[in-house]
C-alpha cells in the first residue's frame, strides 16, 4: 500500500482543541452539541457543508464539540483562531446555560451514561469496542506541525516520542474517574490506549515500514483507513503533518501556545539536524511505554529515562533543559513567547494538582473542580487578542 503525503509547509500548525459542554450550575455534562453546532452552522452558511462546519465539529459524544484551526503560518495566529472560534461557540453556549470546559476527564460524570453521536463511524467504534469504547469521556488537545518531505515523517514521529512523558506531564489533569481520585495524573492515558489502535506510537526507521503497518492494519481488519490510527504521536499524510495527540486536555489558550510552540521547536529542530547530516537517535520501545506510565501516574514528579543506557532525570529539570536548548529555535519561528509559557506551566502546577487543591478547598465536591476550570477557559478566551 502507498500512502500519499501531501504538500505541506514546514512547520506550518494546525490546532484541534477538544471541548465538553458542562451545566453552569452543577457541571455536569450536557448533550447539547447538536444544539450548539446547528447556531454555529448559521453563522458561516457560505462555507459550511450540509452537516460539517470548517472550524467545529462533532465528537464522539453529544456532550462534545472540537474546534480547529486553519493552516497557521505560527502559534500566534493559531492561538488567535481559536480564540475567536471559541468566543462564538461561548455565545451559543450561553442561551443554553452551558459552559466550555476542558480537562483530561470530566471528574465526576458517569461515562457509560453519555450519549453517543448519531453517526456510523462512531456506532461502529462502540459495537466492536463496547464497554470500552463507552468510557471515552475525555478530552484531549492535539498539534499539528507540517513537513515539506515525506522523508521528514517518520523522523519527527519518533523524536517526538522520545518526548512523549514531557508533553504527558506537562498537560496531565486527568485524576479523578466516575467520582473518585485514582491517584494518576492523567487517568485519561491510561483509558484512551485501550482502544485497539491507541497508545504508544509504533516507530518506524522509514515511511515504507509505516505504509506497511497500514496496510497490514487494513487488511485484517483492526482499521477501515488511516485516519482510525490514533497513536499518540501520528504521521497525518492527506494533510502532510506529524501529530502530537498524547496531551491531556488544557483549560486555557495560553496553555495551548505553549505546548504547540514546544512541539514546533521540537519538530522543526529535527529536521534542521536531519538536513546537517544528523540523526534521531529513539529509545528502546519498553523506554518510551515505562515514561508515559511514569508521567501519567507522577505528572510532573516523575523520574523519565533520557536514552537507551537508562539515564534517568526528573522530567521538569530535563524540560527546563530542552527549552534552554530550543530558545533559538523559538526566536527563528517567533514563538519565543510561546515557549516562555511552558515555565509558566512548570510554576504554576499542571491540571491534576489545581483539580485536587479545588477539591480539598471545597471538602471534595467535584462540581466545584469543574467549575473553576471552565470559568479559567471562559477568562481565557475572554481575555485580550495578542499582537
Not at 509559557?341 to 499542571?350: S, Y
Request: with cysteine; aromatic share 6%.
Amino acid at each position: 500500500m502507498e500512502l500519499p503525503f501531501a504538500e505541506s509547509r514546514r512547520s506550518t500548525l494546525g490546532l484541534e482543541w477538544e471541548l465538553a459542554l458542562v451545566d453552569r450550575q452543577t457541571g455536569d455534562l450536557r448533550s447539547v452539541a447538536d444544539r450548539v453546532l446547528r447556531a454555529c452552522h448559521q453563522d458561516l452558511p457560505e462555507l459550511c457543508s450540509e452537516d460539517e462546519h470548517p472550524y467545529v465539529k462533532q465528537e464522539l459524544l453529544t456532550n462534545t464539540v472540537e474546534l480547529v484551526t486553519d493552516v497557521c503560518p505560527d502559534v500566534n495566529t493559531g492561538v488567535d483562531q481559536l480564540r475567536e472560534t471559541a468566543r462564538n461557540v461561548m455565545r451559543h453556549c450561553e442561551p443554553l446555560d452551558v459552559e466550555l470546559y476542558c480537562q483530561g476527564s470530566h471528574p465526576f460524570a458517569a461515562p457509560t451514561a453519555q450519549e453517543v453521536t448519531d453517526k456510523e463511524r462512531y456506532a461502529e467504534l462502540i459495537r466492536r469496542t463496547q464497554w470500552w469504547g463507552r468510557q471515552m469521556v475525555i478530552y484531549g488537545v492535539h498539534v499539528h506541525v507540517g513537513l515539506d518531505d515525506v522523508a521528514q515523517a517518520m523522523p519527527a514521529v519518533n523524536a517526538l516520542c522520545n518526548y512523549n512523558a514531557h508533553f504527558q506531564a506537562l498537560t496531565a489533569s486527568s485524576p479523578y474517574w466516575s467520582g473518585e481520585d485514582t491517584g494518576y495524573a492523567s487517568q485519561r492515558a491510561l483509558v484512551f490506549q485501550q482502544l485497539p489502535t491507541a497508545g504508544a506510537s509504533f516507530q518506524f526507521e522509514e515511511w515504507s515500514g509505516y505504509e506497511k503497518a497500514v496496510s497490514d492494519l487494513e487488511y485484517t481488519g483492526v482499521i477501515n483507513d488511516v485516519t482510525e490510527v490514533r497513536w499518540d504521536v501520528r504521521a497525518v499524510p492527506r494533510l502532510g503533518t506529524v501529530e502530537l495527540r498524547v496531551c491531556d486536555g488544557l483549560a486555557t489558550l495560553e496553555e495551548i501556545a505553549g505546548v504547540a510552540a514546544l512541539t514546533q521547536c521540537i519538530v522543526h529542530s529535527t529536521v534542521k539536524d536531519l538536513e546537517n547530516g544528523g540523526k534521531v537517535v529513539s529509545m528502546p520501545p519498553w523506554f518510551v511505554q515505562e515514561n508515559k506510565w511514569r508521567a501519567a501516574r507522577y505528572g510532573l514528579d516523575a523520574e523519565i529515562i533520557l536514552n537507551a543506557e537508562g539515564d534517568e532525570m526528573l522530567v521538569t529539570d530535563h524540560l527546563q533543559q530542552e527549552l534552554n536548548r530550543l530558545e533559538p529555535v523559538a526566536k527563528e519561528l517567533g514563538c519565543a513567547d510561546e515557549l516562555a509559557l511552558v515555565e509558566q506551566m512548570m510554576r504554576d502546577g499542571a491540571g491534576y494538582m489545581r483539580q485536587r487543591q479545588v477539591a480539598e478547598t471545597h471538602q471534595g465536591d467535584l462540581r466545584q473542580v469543574v467549575l473553576d476550570a471552565a470559568a479559567r477557559t471562559r477568562m481565557s478566551i475572554n481575555g485580550p487578542r495578542r499582537v
